[in-house]
Structure formats: structure tokens, C-alpha cells
DNA sequence: CGACTCTCCTGGGTGC
DNA sequence: TGCACCCAGGAGAGTC
């Protein structure tokens, strides 16, 4: 699932193989992946044909292109389970491949998508630069204009569980199930914590430990970056992270030994260890 | 307005 | 072998 650290690497991949490119051919093969587009697929193919592409941007798991149109912006979100991928033209279709834009260098930058719940669309440029669908993302902590004083305060005026705040992309952006189960346990803090009990220590504890994690899956990432194969992948990197909770559901915690544990909460998955992270005397579901 | 639930989607895994 | 079922979960829509 990628989340900020994997789409920050495909946004270096764009960076890296697609600026500077000019889209030859626009194809939609699945009208799904457009869906957000409201003015649908031609439209989308029609205001992308022909343009280059300038920048590379990103806001916590939203990922865009500028082009030399500057009104407009390629707005995309990976979802759960989409990749950008830049292939030669003459490489095999994939599976899942859900629009193809051919470019002036010989490749093509590919939407591969199994489940769709990602998607490209053509979107307005609001006076701040952001793509419209954006403007309501708070910034992330690699942004560095990102205030940690001010989220924290943030959470600590909600009325809500913790995990719940920290997947509230409004909040922070960028922290997913994986990485908001990694950063509470950094920081030894049950994830039904109520944030109004949060003294400001703990809040800038779990926004550093969500950092930091953040920050050291990216370092292993952008080592699995190389030209012209599966080289813009929103799964870079993702295999070999090394986690200490998430998907280890009964496996020894890595600070205390005891048995990790998995709950269900918001109709997915929450590891935690029992001892580092105890249930608070008034959890908040 | 804030908090929260529902819903979208597909394929791998599992149990019978 | 086949089939029903569960599960992964980001984020916008809708409800209260």
C-alpha cells in the first residue's frame, strides 16, 4: 500500500524519466481509472496529447504533474494498489495496465492498477499551486513548511482515537494504516488513545516516531530505483522495510518480546504490542 | 461543523 | 477441483 515514503520515490522516478517528456498518445484502457475526471476519458486524452510535462509534485499520497499548460495539472492518486511505471513501448502489456501515455523519448509511462481504487485525472491549478482535489490536504512532514507545533495542537483539540487522527489526512498527510501502527508503537501509545488525553510531549512523540519511520523507509526505497525496468514503482522499497508491528500479528515485539496482537478498528487492521502499548482506562473506538 | 460509517474494487488465500 | 467467503484499505460521499 504505498503511502508517503513509496509515493515519494515515484515521484523522484517521474522526475528522473518523464520532465521534460511530451505525451505523443493518450490511451484509457479502463475507464475506472478516470473516473475522477468528470469531463471523462476523451476529454482527459484530449487535454493531455501533446503536452510536456515540467514538475513533478507531491502532497502527503497525492502525486502530480505540471505541464506547459500551466493551468492544468495531472492529478494521481495510487490508491491501494496503482503504479506508475515508465516501460519501453515494446514492452509486454501488464495486467492490470489502465492507461498508457505514450512519450517522445520511446517510452511509456504506464497506470498498472489491480484494484482501482487510484486513479489519473486532469484537474484545475488553484492560485496556491495545488491541484483543486488537493487544497484541502494538510501538508506532510517532509514539506518543509510543515509545522509539527500545529498538528499537534490539532490533535489535541479533536475528540477522537489517536490512529484516527493520524489517518485524517486533513490533520497530517502521508501516514497509512502501516505507518500510523508503526509510529504508535515507536512512541509505546495505544492506538484507542483519546487525543484530548494526549499531553503535548506524547503528541510530538507519535508526529516524530511517524517522521522518522517515514523518513527510514524512504532511505531503503529509493535504493530499488534503477532505469528503464519497473523503475517508477509505487511499491519500491515496500518488501524490505523492516516493521516491527504491522503484519506480524503473534511474532515476538522487538523491544519486550511479547506477542504482537491484532485488532480490527475502522474495518482494518491495527498491530500493536499488549505490553509497550497498554489499552488506555478509557479508550476511544 | 465534527465525528463516524459506508462504499468502491480485485485477486490471493482458505475452508469445505 | 470448484466455489463461497474473507481480507487488504485510501478517501470521498453520506449520515447523524
Known amino acids: 500500500m504505498p503511502e508517503l515514503p513509496e509515493v515519494e520515490v515515484v515521484r523522484r522516478g517521474l522526475a528522473e524519466h518523464v520532465?521534460?517528456?511530451?505525451?505523443?498518445?493518450?490511451?484509457?484502457?479502463?475507464?475506472?481509472?478516470?473516473?475522477?475526471?468528470?469531463p471523462g476519458p476523451l476529454d482527459f486524452a484530449a487535454r493531455l496529447d501533446?503536452?510536456?510535462v515540467t514538475a513533478a509534485r507531491r502532497r502527503g499520497k497525492y502525486l502530480w504533474l505540471e505541464l506547459d499548460r500551466p493551468a492544468d495539472l495531472v492529478l494521481a492518486h495510487l490508491g491501494m494498489s496503482g503504479q506508475l511505471l515508465v516501460q519501453p513501448v515494446d514492452a509486454l502489456d501488464e495486467t492490470h495496465l489502465r492507461i498508457r501515455l505514450r512519450l517522445d523519448d520511446g517510452n511509456e509511462l504506464?497506470?498498472?492498477d489491480q484494484r482501482t481504487f487510484g486513479g489519473l485525472s486532469v484537474e484545475d491549478?488553484?492560485?496556491d499551486g495545488l491541484p483543486a482535489p488537493v487544497a484541502h490536504i494538510a501538508r506532510d512532514p517532509f514539506d518543509p513548511a510543515y509545522l509539527v507545533e500545529e498538528v499537534v495542537a490539532r490533535i489535541r483539540r479533536k475528540d477522537t482515537g489517536l490512529k484516527r487522527a493520524l489517518l485524517d489526512q486533513t490533520v497530517v498527510s502521508?501516514?497509512?494504516?502501516?505507518?500510523?501502527?508503526?509510529?504508535?508503537?515507536?512512541?509505546?501509545?495505544?492506538w484507542a488513545r483519546p487525543?484530548?488525553?494526549?499531553?503535548r510531549p506524547a503528541a510530538r512523540r507519535v508526529l516524530g516516531a511517524a517522521a522518522a519511520v517515514m523518513a527510514a523507509a524512504l532511505g531503503e526505497g529509493g535504493t530499488s530505483f534503477d532505469a528503464l525496468y519497473v523503475n517508477i514503482n509505487g511499491e519500491s522499497g515496500y518488501f524490505d522495510r523492516s516493521l516491527a508491528v504491522y503484519?506480524?500479528?503473534?511474532?515476538?515485539?522487538?523491544r519486550c518480546g511479547t506477542a504482537i496482537r491484532r485488532e480490527s478498528f475502522m474495518n482494518r487492521s491495527s498491530y500493536s504490542c499488549p505490553r509497550c502499548q497498554p489499552r488506555p482506562r478509557r479508550p476511544h473506538w
Open 50 to 52: 501533446g503536452r510536456t
Open 247 to 254: 503484519g506480524q500479528e503473534d511474532r515476538p515485539c522487538p
Open 195 to 199: 487525543t484530548a488525553t494526549l499531553d
Open 19 to 38: 520532465v521534460g517528456r511530451t505525451v505523443t498518445a493518450v490511451e484509457v484502457r479502463h475507464p475506472r481509472a478516470v473516473r475522477r475526471h468528470l
Open 174 to 190: 502521508g501516514i497509512g494504516n502501516i505507518y500510523a501502527d508503526e509510529a504508535l508503537w515507536r512512541a509505546q501509545l495505544h
Open 110 to 112: 504506464r497506470f498498472v
Open 125 to 127: 491549478r488553484t492560485d
